[in-house]
């Protein structure tokens, strides 16, 4: 396995949680109740798996990596800044789910976010895979690959949070809610 290998792993537990998120907004939007709870679990995934995890793993080793050789930088620039527009919604969709459990009306505004997130998430994505694809044949070598997986794998308390995460991710698919 290699380090792109890890981060296209990630991904397809992304698109995991995504299957989850759009469920969850598509009940919000139809009037049908979800637990709290489970909301609150989606955004847990979110910040843990999401940033501190996958961005992580990206913004520490592997843009670093490929932008020491001075290519595509433009590109590394623009996911940054979609890494911190997906920060920016995911607080907003934490905003308003507090406000909903102090009482206030937040559905629309939490489904909207949950939607604005997910749409991100699949555009923001297919840019990375295709980013990963010319890092991968054009730039970084097999050695500098193996590098990096080690590194990924050597912080065991990742490991050990990204097996919860996906066993987060596991328990919201089983919800009745997200079943239907």
């Known amino acids: 396995m290699s380090a792109t290998d890890t981060l ?3 991904h397809k537990q992304i698109k995991r949680l995504d299957q989850v998120i759009i469920k969850c907004y ?14 609150d679990k989606i955004t847990l995934v979110i910040e843990e798996f999401l940033d501190s995890i996958h961005y992580s793993r990206e913004e520490d080793s592997y843009f670093p990596c490929v932008a020491s050789y001075d290519h595509l930088k433009q590109e590394i620039r623009g996911l940054l800044i979609e890494h911190e527009f997906s920060r920016r919604i995911a ?7 507090k406000l909903w459990k102090e009482g206030q009306d937040s559905r629309e505004a ?4 949950l939607k604005t997130y997910s749409v991100y998430l699949m555009d923001h994505m297919s840019k990375e895979e295709n980013f990963f694809d010319k890092a991968e044949s054009e730039i970084i ?23 919860d995460m996906i066993k987060e991710i596991e328990d919201l698919e089983n919800k009745s809610w997200c079943k239907n």
């Open 8 to 10: 296209r792993e990630d």
């Open 26 to 39: 598509t009940e919000l939007y139809a009037g049908k109740d979800i637990p709290l709870d489970d909301i």
């Open 91 to 97: 607080l907003q969709i934490k905003r308003y789910l």
């Open 110 to 113: 939490v489904a909207r976010y």
């Open 141 to 163: 070598s097999k050695e500098e690959e193996f590098e990096m997986y080690e590194q990924f794998k050597s912080v065991m308390t990742i490991s050990k949070k990204m097996e």
